[in-house]
């Protein structure tokens, strides 16, 4: 499974960028979650516009899928499961859950990724130089957010990760709120619809049978 060699980026720092990834499937407590990435397509645009992938690094995956499609199946299928461990890990902290597995995928992941070796301008500010290479593959791919799941498991910030409270949406966030108490992924969604429940239950509550 190999394309021609990629150009290397600069790709973005960053603690939450596994979030964002993980979140691409969304309302995963409802009967039918939103899937974001529809396809190879989709996965190499999210790359672009959040990992910092360049363009010809995305026009040269796109070549290599149109003369494999077992492989490039199989790349997208690996990005999807990679990102359901990241999803799962983040989920389970602060219960007792332990999901050592979904720790073993992370690992291999960042072990098969290239190492953090320079940072470079990006923008205002600094980025992580991401190296060239031949591989197609969804750890080349996802390689800023393996470094960022693993910042963000192994810093102070992990203990700030929540999901929200509403069992359809179960969108993961991290609560940098003063209090600390942040339970909604926001209030103009679902904070909103549960004030607006609890409210329909109270008021239902007091009418008489």
Known sequence: MTAEPEMPWI????EELCLDFA???????????????????DLLAWCGTKA?????GQAAVTR???ADGPGAAALYADALALRETIYRLFHAT???????ADLVRLNRALAQAPPRR???????GFGWHVA???EAGAVRLLTPVLWSAGDLLTGKRLARVR?????????LFLDDSKSGNRRWCSMSACGNRAKAHRHYARKKGAEPG
């Open 132 to 134: 060239a290479a031949g």
């Open 64 to 66: 290599w899928a149109a």
């Open 11 to 14: 790709a973005p720092a960053g």
């Open 23 to 41: 979140n691409t499937r969304y309302w995963r407590g409802s009967v039918r979650p939103t899937e974001e990435l529809g396809g190879l397509g």
């Open 94 to 100: 602060g219960t007792a859950a332990r999901p050592a």
């Open 118 to 124: 320079a940072v470079e301008p990006l923008g205002s």
């Open 52 to 56: 910092g992938l360049p363009k010809a």
């Open 163 to 171: 999901h929200c409270a509403n069992p359809e949406c179960q969108w």
